[in-house]
């Protein structure tokens, strides 16, 4: 093992350590659920906040609720590079998903401090998987400074809405545009994450490189039909929400298969959602993800005509409201080859080049500036789960993988 990698595999440990005692902030106890702007969220960025102090880093936390540790001044002129991922998970998620690059680049930072001719800048993004209000990226969206107004209304399922959430939690909505760093000296965004496949692993190689991230539409679809008695219906006066709703969920993955998109349906309810009564509404969400943003919509664009014509068949109605949509991003060269170059000084196997049909904040931050992601091998690709893993070891190369990269761009 060469020097860096040395030093990378006691950072890593420790990395490793701080991602297990994050696991312990979390609503429901025994599992790990913590969400933008709750109590969850605060305490997160305390314990964050503290190791960032801990690495010499000055820190706040910005108008959109996400933490910052430079190793310059928070109103610096100097130019930054930013570095970072989310604090926040899904519903009883792993530990390592977005913490992992936190802690990476916390490490990293300590160690380049005023050794750079650029600020070292780490983000805890306090939003980007979306659970609490259903729209992702929020954290990063603020920072990037594409935040609009019509989310102000989003709710969550307690019926709070985002401005609400944003008051409570001490942050003032009128300022959300100071978050955006649409007019910073920006070298660009470098973010670790575990892969959340198995592409690395199957190859076994501890770490890669992402050359594009898919671009995603998600939508909440409504169909409506009408609830009678189960018993005393016929069959051809029926109009069941749900047989309309589950021909349009196989539909989402015929689809998916035959034009090589991803799409998933992720939650369906349906009301009144008694043993005796045929469904009068069933409502599902879909998440389409493809490389390219035309793939996406010319999908959705078919799965509306699979809606409309079960809805005919079966007297149905439906409603389609999207929730969250965000282009394909394709990471900079220029980084790219600093990523690389840092993979490259760390690992002995040729540097794999991985789409990533995962969402990242950097989706977000690529409207303001150039973005590129290693990536780390995830046992098995199981992530969104609590048996999501990255080991020690694989931490720490990637952590020495990110700083021969931020050297790289130096
Ligand atoms: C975030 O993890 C996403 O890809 O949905
Ligand atoms: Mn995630
Ligand atoms: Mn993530």
Redo the contacts with the bound molecule.
Sequence with gaps: MNAPAMVGQRRGRRAWDRCQALAAVTAVPGRVDRFYLTPQHRQATMLVAGWMRESGLRIWVDEAGNLHGTTGERGSHRPRLVLGSHLDTVPDAGRF?GVAGVMAAIEVAGELAGSMPFDLEVVGFGD??GTRFGH?LLGSRALAGTWEDAWWSLEDADGVSLERAFLEFGLDPERIGAASYANRDLVGYLEVHIE?GPTLDRAHVPLGVVSSIASARRFQVEVLGESRHSGGTPFDERHDALLGAAEAVVAVERLSLERQVIGTVGRLEVAPGAVNVIPGTATFTVDMRARHDHERDDTIDALTGVLEEVSERRGLRYRLQEIHAAPAVFCSERLLDAAREGVDAVQTQDVPTLFSP??HDGMAVAAVTDVAMIFMRNPDGIS?HPAEYVSPDDLGLGIAALTTAVRALA
Aim: proline share 0%; hydrophobic share 25%; aromatic share 0%.
């Design positions: 998903d980007e998987e992702a959340q995962a969402g969104h």
